[in-house]
């Protein structure tokens, strides 16, 4: 990231006074204050099966995002840093007593002469002419890290890459904090980052021949989902990053990532890269890993990490809690999912006290088949399936005006006394990508939001509809809310209040929404280039100008030509000089 001398000495202040990190990014809600302080940073690795008696070294801690999350997960910790600046920050943030902060050059880590399980460089590959004196800087950097490795290590590599979709869609080149310089090859810059293609070359130049990819979304920074080759054009990522930096609106990015999916080429527009570079060609558990989604931003209490994850022939869904707190969370998904909601059924799991799991689907999932009717413009056909989604839906279901009992106040926030359909238990994310037809019966899976009491089912159906309205583009072009309600005959003017309810269950369920009016922002404000109609009618009538203007010096230029030539205008030259002459002195 592009370092601010004074945002550092601010950064250095918190840590130093052991402030409330959380609290601060609470309060500070630029892009900057999340990028050092906040916990978020630790999904790029909290996933990430470490070997527990293992020993890491960490190149480049910066400001200890990630050094605390190492602490917890192997041995022995050794963290490089050419700054004591920073260092004494590392080390003051994660006060552990298996770490070791070492103050040296990147180059000559040599006085720690032990071999690692792991090596991490994360935000620094990308400065290796810097420090790295050579003439290949990235592939010899490569070679030299390799010496510090033991003979099964790995080094796992976080890094921009230059092609990313961002990059074309408006996002500045946070290195050197301008546009397009990546995808222009950073002419002139000292940094530089790669594709895909490119960092392939460089590892197989270092002699590694064995190495996976990882695609964090909707980056490496501030990371939701970690995809695979497997997945990455299976899985689109579709969801509006939430904490972002000051940017241009080109186009819209989760539009456009559907068609790189489609056409099996999204891995190469991936915002970011996480290589696991093996140092020989050992099977790693990682190997099994497909798909991985972090619900970090969650409360304490719900925040639960979910994988996707192939075992021979087999491949399963498992849910793990990220803390003892939400052990109780998936003990009571697999509770709730012995009943059926409407005439939707759950999806038959194992519980063991701390793994919830259950078969991966490989058919498509409803959201998909909804989709391919959109593609085709079938509104008629849309209808259809979503009638059938509605019935399922509403299917038992009885009219009720007592609903805002304690329980649904205390999560949903506003009473109301207004009547609605409802059923006696709750399942509140049948968000179509959740359901798939088997058999001609709707089944749901990753069931997280299970209640034993009443909420009422036109208010699930806005939700359902809304969250598909506002994530994926394609829905939105396709048709309305309003347009949707109206056909199912249900009441737009409880819009209102159903937003009411879900601002106050997003309040429940996710940590940094304890302030309902904290936005994660830049600083500066966005610069929207969304209605590229106006650009080019104004870039139109600029360029109609312009050869106006052109047109005119051009008539100029033929007229002082006459002149110049003119017979009247050889005669008067010498007077000319003359005048010339006189007012020079």
Not at 266 to 273: C, E, V
């Amino acid at each position: 990231m592009y370092e601010n001398e004074e945002l550092e000495e601010e950064i250095y202040e918190i840590i130093d006074n052991k402030y409330d990190f959380e609290e601060i990014t609470q309060l500070h809600t630029s892009y900057e204050y999340y990028y050092y302080l906040s916990y978020l940073r630790e999904n790029l690795f909290e996933w990430y099966p470490f070997k527990d008696d293992a020993s890491l070294l960490e190149i480049g801690g910066g400001y200890g995002a990630l050094t605390r999350l190492f602490c917890r997960k192997v041995d022995e910790v050794v963290s490089v840093e050419d700054s004591y600046k920073k260092a004494y920050m590392i080390s003051k943030r994660c006060h552990a007593d298996n770490l070791e902060v070492v103050v040296n050059d990147f180059s000559e880590i040599e006085q720690t002469p032990k071999k690692f399980d792991y090596i991490i460089v994360s935000d620094l590959f990308e400065y290796a002419r810097e420090f790295y004196d050579s003439s290949n800087p990235f592939k010899d950097y490569l070679t030299y890290l390799k010496g510090f490795l033991k003979e099964d290590g790995v080094i796992l590599l976080a890094i921009s890459n230059r092609f990313g979709l961002k990059y074309f869609a408006g996002f500045k080149e946070e290195h050197v904090n301008e546009y397009f310089t990546g995808v222009d090859d950073f002419p002139r810059k000292s940094v530089r980052t790669f594709t895909k293609g490119e960092l392939e070359n460089i590892i197989e130049s270092a002699e590694f021949s064995d190495y996976k990819f990882f695609y964090p979304y909707p980056d490496h920074v501030f990371p939701e989902v970690i995809n695979t080759d497997k997945f990455i054009n299976k899985i689109s990522y579709e969801r509006q990053p939430t904490i972002v930096k000051a940017r241009a609106n080109f186009f819209r990015e989760n539009k456009v990532n559907q068609s790189l999916a489609s056409e099996d080429i999204a891995q190469y527009f991936a915002n970011s890269f996480l290589v696991e570079i093996r140092n020989d060609a050992s099977s790693r558990q990682s190997d099994n890993y497909d798909y991985v989604k972090i619900n970090n931003e969650r409360k304490q209490r719900y925040r639960t990490i979910t994988y996707i994850y192939s075992d021979n022939n087999d491949t399963m869904v498992v849910k793990y809690p990220l803390n003892e707190f939400s052990k109780n969370h998936l003990l009571r998904m697999h509770e709730g999912s012995k009943n059926s909601f409407g005439k939707i059924r759950f999806l038959e799991n194992t519980f063991d006290d701390y793994h919830f799991s259950y078969p991966y689907i490989e058919q498509e999932s409803f959201e998909k088949t909804l989709i391919k009717t959109i593609i085709n413009h079938d509104k008629d056909g849309f209808f259809e399936l979503l009638e059938e989604y509605f019935d399922v839906l509403f299917y038992g279901s009885f009219k009720k005006d007592d609903y805002c009992t304690p329980e649904f106040l205390d999560i949903f926030g506003v009473k109301s006394d207004k009547c609605f359909r409802c059923h006696d238990i709750t399942n509140l994310d049948v968000i179509f990508s959740n359901l798939f037809i088997i058999n001609d019966e709707f089944v749901s899976i990753d069931y997280e939001w299970l209640f034993d009491f009443s909420v009422p089912l036109e208010y699930i159906f806005y939700r359902v509809i809304h969250h598909h309205h506002v994530s994926n583009p394609l829905f939105r072009d396709f048709i309305t809310l309003d347009e949707i309600f109206e056909h199912f005959d249900l009441d737009t003017d409880n819009f209102d209040l159903f937003k009411e309810w879900e601002k106050h269950f997003l309040n429940y369920a996710i940590s940094h929404m304890k302030k309902p009016k904290t936005r994660i922002t830049a600083k500066k404000s966005v610069n929207k280039l969304d209605n590229v109609d106006a650009i080019n009618k104004g870039y139109q009538a600029f360029k109609k100008e312009n050869e106006v203007l052109n047109k005119r010096v051009e008539e100029q230029e033929k007229l002082i030509d006459t002149y110049k030539y003119s017979t009247s205008w050889k005669i008067t030259k010498p007077l000319r000089k003359i005048g010339q002459i006189m007012r020079n002195k």
